[in-house]
């Protein structure tokens, strides 16, 4: 049985930073693909940033220069915020895809940007 346990979210004023991180455990098998959604209210859930096995990196234009992904050997990914916005408050989501082709979601983390 596989588990993403996120951690790292909560109250931050804007300007501010958090870390975000995400660990996967269980049956996994190899991770090809790790990325981060979020979903703020009344909006659809939208990529953050994701990170190929390889190490490759794609980051949305809203968060280009202020958010870094990364991942270690031990099935954990990671998502460095800085200069965080009020705009950047949503619930946040770890993803990964596995090479059975399955795709597992983490339970979310709150974060909230206050003025």
């Known amino acids: 049985q596989v588990q993403l346990v996120e951690s790292g979210g909560g109250l931050v004023q804007a300007g501010g930073s958090l870390r975000l991180s995400c660990a996967a455990s269980g049956s996994i098998g190899r991770i090809n693909f790790m990325a981060w959604y979020r979903q703020a209210p009344g909006k659809q859930r939208e990529l953050v940033a994701s990170i190929t096995s390889g190490g490759v990196t794609i980051y949305a234009d809203s968060v280009k220069g202020r958010f870094t992904i990364s991942r270690d050997n031990k099935n954990t990914v990671y998502l460095q915020m800085n200069s965080l916005k009020l705009e950047d408050t949503a619930v946040y989501y770890c993803?990964?895809?596995?090479?059975?082709?399955?795709?597992?979601w983490g339970q979310g983390t709150q974060v909230t940007v206050s003025s």
């Open positions: 993803k990964i895809n596995v090479n059975s082709g399955d795709i597992y």
